[in-house]
């Protein structure tokens, strides 16, 4: 990874686009990319958490309360917002398991539209405004490539990011389209589950890691830095897990 001046040099007044950052994965990025210098804009349907996330961003920070799950809201939303160098989708809802005998296929379907569509169309309108240079960064998972039971879902929806990011690197060069594919990280996105089992589950996965602790969001944070500030790499994806899928 690059060092910190050299990213600080590349986000050094770039106005950078994190669509979910007013929670978790997002605001993480959205601190680092604004402590490097970076104009940053958070995005988010909730406007009480987004006011909550600019209070640990910088004054040159903005905000814009948009319904990811509406394509016309997001289209309405880059046709307003002009010119810009980064792009970063971390946008999701929190994870609900279900064996597929479990699974109400309707539901599953919907599972899809904020975590992929949605990121799909927000690519489709925001590349149109890309400065020179200026890169795409998406959000996968470890399940891709590690699958347990009740993942049929979610491993679905990371298999097709990352398909979907090798694509548009291709499409859209000399864009860079890349991919962070984080392992278990204590964000909101496990609220759904009891505070005993979440707990149980950071416990677990610290002992297994072979980094022993589990990941926290700056440690994705840096991994979306990086792949902004880097110039080479396209249609690639990171993986940020402990190194999980190895044991």
């Excluded at 402590?35 to 004054?59: C, D, P, T």
């Excluded at 971390?90 to 309707?106: C, D, G, M, P, Y």
């Excluded at 990011?161 to 962070?180: D, H, Q, S, W, Y």
């Excluded at 950071?202 to 840096?222: I, T």
């Amino acid at each position: 990874m690059k060092n910190e001046n050299a990213i600080n040099n590349s986000l050094n007044g770039k106005k950078v686009i994190i669509l979910g950052g007013s929670a978790g994965l997002g605001l993480a990025t959205a601190k680092l990319a604004d402590a490097y210098g970076a104009n940053v804009v958070i995005v988010s349907s909730n406007e009480e958490r987004l006011q909550r996330a600019l209070k640990e961003l910088s004054l040159s920070s903005t905000s814009y309360a948009v319904d990811l799950t509406k394509e016309e809201q997001i289209r309405s939303f880059f046709a307003q917002i002009g010119n810009f160098d980064h792009l970063v989708y971390t946008a999701a809802e929190n994870l609900n398991l279900k064996t597929i005998a479990e699974t109400e296929v309707e539901q599953a379907k919907d599972f899809f539209n904020l975590r992929f569509w949605s990121a799909f169309a927000s690519v489709k309108y925001a590349a149109p405004l890309l400065n020179p240079g200026g890169s795409i960064s998406l959000t996968s998972g470890i399940a891709s490539m590690r699958p347990g039971a009740g993942w049929s879902v979610a491993t679905s929806i990371c298999s097709a990011m990352e398909g979907f990011t090798k694509a548009m690197a291709v499409e859209l060069a000399p864009i860079r389209v890349n991919c962070v594919a984080p392992g278990v990280i204590q964000t909101n996105l496990w609220d759904s589950m009891s505070a005993a089992d979440r707990e149980n589950m950071y416990q677990m996965v610290s002992e297994q890691s072979l980094v022993k602790r589990s990941g926290k969001p700056e440690d994705v944070a840096e991994a979306f830095l990086y792949l902004i500030s880097q110039k080479f790499g396209t249609g690639q994806t990171i993986v940020i897990d402990g190194g999980a899928i190895l044991v």
